[in-house]
């Protein structure tokens, strides 16, 4: 049972936006920053936002961020099949002292 | 070019000990805080424990308290994690994490590809 909550499976077809959501509480997302993570399984996982909505460089303005209370989402739109990946949030947790990640999402592009 | 190259991943019987390393390279690695997160088959990224750049500062997940010891050599480059008394449970592929600044507390931006360590009699 992660931390944070995320759905486990999303989907979408090229072209189409869809949205990642990621649930927390007062201890993380509530009082932290959010980050995103796109991972394929065997390999680097990459920094896709950071600080709720910012993206470093060479990630496209595709991928956006926000926070708002104890959430988080991430949306991806002009969906396009190389985005087919697993997503993550994550949050440094103040009771925990320690970060947090959420479940997964994996992404399919149908 | 950050690189990060984990090793030591091997397989292990339960109870006994492991030291996973990674050696950093692409940047001036004493300036950062350094982590590792797993990822256990077929589940998600769990992350593990935090050292910041001088050592000062060393944080672990409830899952490895105890048990496992971070440490890191500057002059070398290099991170470790010291793992006793390993579980069925801590069967993951290994990642070695760079953190965003000198503290644990920001986010990770590079990763390594991982060393896997299974564990089981």
């Known amino acids: 049972q992660s931390v944070l909550t995320q759905p486990p499976s999303a989907s979408g077809t090229p072209g189409q936006r869809v949205t990642i959501s990621c649930s927390g509480s007062?201890?993380?997302?509530?009082?932290?920053?959010v980050y995103w993570y796109q991972h394929l399984p065997g390999t680097a996982p990459k920094l896709l936002i950071y600080?709720?909505?910012q993206r470093p460089s060479g990630v496209p303005d595709r991928f956006s961020g926000s926070k708002s209370g104890t959430s988080a989402s991430l949306a991806i739109s002009g969906l396009r099949s190389e985005d087919e990946a697993d997503y993550y949030c994550?949050?440094?947790?103040?009771?925990?002292?320690?970060?947090?990640f959420g479940g997964g999402t994996k992404l399919t592009v149908l | 070019e950050v690189q990060l190259v984990e090793s030591g991943g091997t397989l292990v019987q339960p109870g006994r000990s492991l030291r996973l390393s990674c050696a950093a390279s692409?940047?001036?690695?004493?300036?950062?805080?350094m982590h590792w997160v797993r990822q256990a088959p077929g589940k998600g990224l769990e992350w593990v424990s935090g050292i910041s750049r001088s050592s000062g500062d060393i944080v672990y997940a409830d899952s490895v308290k105890g048990r496992f010891t971070i440490s890191r050599d500057n002059a070398k480059n290099s991170l470790f994690l010291q793992m006793n008394s390993l579980r069925a449970e801590d069967t993951a592929l290994y990642y070695c994490a760079k953190g965003y600044t000198s503290s644990c507390t920001e986010e990770f931006d590079h990763w390594g590809q991982g060393t896997l360590v299974t564990v089981s009699s």
């Open positions: 692409g940047f001036t690695f004493d300036d950062y805080a």
């Open positions: 007062s201890s993380n997302i509530g009082s932290n920053y």
């Open positions: 600080r709720n909505n």
């Open positions: 994550a949050a440094w947790d103040d009771s925990l002292s320690g970060w947090v």
